[in-house]
């Protein structure tokens, strides 16, 4: 069983990165300046958005954070993306999901820039990923096919077996390994909270991947013997060993299914840095205007 290291290959990754924006630097060239919008008290967000932000710090890249309170009206905040849209300084912005209920998360979306669209959420984004255009990709789906293609791992003519339909995750990795070529060329399967026999489904399966949001749902004796797993998962579940009182646990049970793999990315450790890393490869295309020239 191999480990997808999601920790090295985002150093590998991020070392790259931090190259190209030093040969930027010296030719002159405009620094890759990515914003993040966070609005409230979510912990998990503000997790996320600080390791977006250190990230940047790390490749040399600009930032900047927007930090709302939770009570921020709905025309405040597109008044705020309205003025991202027009900072020629910013390449690229997010403004991090979930925001609260009294904001319509739908019209946030649309309001971005698709030309600044560094998680790939908006439908101009999606629609052009879904018909192989170039189109900056939700990051969590291109850390995995960027995980893939890092590993070498032969998808052509596999059946892939996708746990979980979400916007961000489950829909647009189906998409991206149905399509032509590599990697790619994935015979899919999209399974959901109404699937019949999952277990059965996910057995099936030479690539599952588990983007359903349940601690330790996919059990061993789901899955063939080695299967490639990708694990999307990131829950926090009690664990009195531990001095906070909890541990990060993914959407698969490790300890049951690792044995049966031929390869596994860990949580933490897996998709979850590669997301970072494919939101800070959508900036660094968003400031070579590589994707919308
Ligand atoms: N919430 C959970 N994942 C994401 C993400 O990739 N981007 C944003 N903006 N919000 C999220």
Not at 226 to 231: E, F, L, R
Request: charged share 25%.
């Amino acid at each position: 069983m191999t480990l997808l290291d999601g920790k090295l290959l985002s150093e590998n990754i991020k070392a790259e990165i931090a190259a190209d924006v030093e040969h930027l630097r010296e030719r002159g060239g405009k620094i890759p300046h990515l914003a993040a919008v966070l609005v409230g008290e979510n912990a998990a967000s503000q997790v996320y958005v600080n390791s977006k932000i250190k990230s940047c710090e790390q490749v040399g890249f600009k930032s900047t954070l927007i930090r709302r309170d939770a009570d921020i009206s709905e025309n405040e905040l597109l008044d705020i993306v309205q003025g991202l849209n027009n900072d020629p300084d910013v390449d690229g912005f997010i403004v991090q999901l979930p925001l609260p209920k009294h904001i319509n998360e739908e019209k946030i979306t649309l309001a971005i820039d698709h030309r600044k669209d560094v998680d790939g959420f908006h439908p101009i984004n999606f629609g052009r990923m879904a018909q192989g255009l170039p189109a900056f990709l939700p990051a969590t789906p291109y850390g995995i096919v960027e995980t893939l293609r890092r590993y070498n791992i032969e998808t052509a003519g596999k059946h892939c077996v996708v746990v979980g339909r979400s916007n961000i995750v489950g829909t647009p990795i189906s998409i991206l390994l149905s399509r032509k070529g590599y990697p790619g060329d994935c015979t899919v399967t999209l399974t959901h909270s109404r699937t019949k026999d999952l277990p059965g489904e996910v057995r099936r399966a030479d690539i599952v991947v588990a983007a359903i949001g349940i601690p330790e749902f996919i059990k061993g004796d789901w899955v063939k013997e080695g299967a490639v797993v990708i694990d999307v998962g990131i829950n926090r579940i009690p664990d009195a060993t531990k001095k906070s009182g909890t541990r990060l646990v993914g959407d698969v049970d490790f300890e049951e299914v690792a044995p049966k793999c031929s390869h596994i990315t860990p949580v933490p450790g897996g998709v979850g840095l590669m997301t970072v890393t494919a939101l800070l490869l959508n900036t660094l295309k968003a400031c070579r205007k590589e994707i919308y020239p």
